[in-house]
Structure formats: structure tokens, C-alpha cells
T-cell receptor, first 107, second 114 residues
């Protein structure tokens, strides 16, 4: 049963690049890695998804090494509005959210 | 397009009572998943429905149940409520199973058990 591990919390400053790493040692061959963002009292919102190497969209990049045992979400030039909880998600026989990383952006 | 609609938004119930929560998915989405979110446990998977059939189930007691209707709308029921059932209950819809990247979450139902 795949599980994910993320840092519980991180602090950063406006304008910085933030990297959040998720470990998933037992990822299944057909698992994609998906990241979600959640603001208080709202449902999570999709950020990015990837299978291997690198994926980039308008809000983030996702780096996945060849062994796929970890992934790194990269948020460029964060702002105060990026303060949220970020979840790394796999698909196993059940949907497994990590505990999430509480990212706090400071002015 | 309309998003995922969960009703009610807030609910207060007494221990021992039962509660039914509703989730209307995005039009065309056939998969609905339910999650419980508490400060201590984070987001925990309850169950997933597709075409009116439960396809996956999390590790919750039998007091938690759900169903999906032919129009893909889903309900979840919690019987014999306990104080620990106080949580934000979220549902997510997607076009099909195994489409995690397509998940759209509702804003949730905040259940308080007193």
C-alpha cells in the first residue's frame, strides 16, 4: 500500500521559489503523482500531475526522478496568496492523500 | 460550468443522531468520492462511487455509508453520531475512475456533533 510523506510545514518569503518534496517509496507502476492545494474551509484544488521527469504548467513545476520514489513540487516566486496546505496524492487501490504540507508565506 | 455542490454547508447534530449529506457532481462526471477532514487526521478517504456502485472504501466503521443515484448525485449517511465525527466532509467528482487529475472538490459540509 503506497504511502506518501511530506514535511508538515514550511515557511518562505514572498518572491522566493518554494520546493516541497513528497516521498512515495512504494509507488505503483501505474500511479501518477498529483498535487493539490487547499485553502481553509475550501476543498482541495488541482495544481499539477505527472508520471516521470518534469511537468510544468502556469502555476508550478513537478520534478520526478527516474526511480519515482519521490517528487518535488516547485512554486516559483510565491506570494502571500500561496499560503495553503499542499497535498501529494497517489492512486493505489484506494486514494491516498498525504498529511499535507502547510506552507506559510511571509511578507 | 457549475461546480460540485454540497448541501448543507453547515450542520449541527446531537450524539446518537444520524445525518445525510448530499453531493451533486459536475454535469457529466460519473465518479464521486467522499472524504473526511479533521485537524488531527487530515484528509481521509471514505468511499468512491462510479455508476451507482461503490468501487473503493476507506477504513471507516460501518456507521458511514453512501450511495450514488442514476444521475450521479451521491449521498453519504452517518448513523449513531459520535463527537469524533465532527469534521469537514468533502466530496469530489471526476469523469471516471482513476482520473485523479480531474478531481473537482466541493466546498464541503461542516458537521458539528454536540
Amino acid at each position: 500500500l503506497a504511502k506518501t510523506t511530506q514535511p508538515i510545514s514550511m515557511d518562505s518569503y514572498e518572491g522566493q521559489e518554494v520546493n516541497i518534496t513528497c516521498s512515495h517509496n512504494n509507488i505503483a507502476t501505474n500511479d501518477y503523482i498529483t498535487w493539490y492545494q487547499q485553502f481553509p474551509s475550501q476543498g482541495p484544488r488541482f495544481i499539477i500531475q505527472g508520471y516521470k521527469t518534469k511537468v510544468t504548467n502556469e502555476v508550478a513545476s513537478l520534478f520526478i526522478p527516474a526511480d519515482r520514489k519521490s517528487s518535488t513540487l516547485s512554486l516559483p516566486r510565491v506570494s502571500l496568496s500561496d499560503t495553503a496546505v499542499y497535498y501529494c496524492l497517489l492512486r493505489d487501490d484506494k486514494i491516498i492523500f498525504g498529511k499535507g504540507t502547510r506552507l506559510h508565506i511571509l511578507p | 460550468k457549475a461546480g460540485v455542490t454540497q448541501t448543507p454547508r453547515y450542520l449541527i447534530k446531537t450524539r446518537g443522531q444520524q445525518v445525510t449529506l448530499s453531493c451533486s457532481p459536475i454535469s457529466g462526471h460519473r465518479s464521486v468520492s467522499w472524504y473526511q477532514q479533521t485537524p488531527g487526521q487530515g484528509l481521509q478517504f471514505l468511499f468512491e462511487y462510479f455508476s451507482e456502485t461503490q468501487r473503493n472504501k476507506g477504513n471507516f466503521p460501518g456507521r458511514f455509508s453512501g450511495r450514488q443515484f442514476s444521475n450521479s448525485r451521491s449521498e453519504m449517511n452517518v448513523s449513531t453520531l459520535e463527537l469524533g465525527d465532527s469534521a469537514l466532509y468533502l466530496c469530489a467528482s471526476s469523469l471516471a475512475l482513476d482520473r485523479i487529475g480531474d478531481y473537482t472538490f466541493g466546498s464541503g459540509t461542516r458537521l458539528t456533533v454536540v
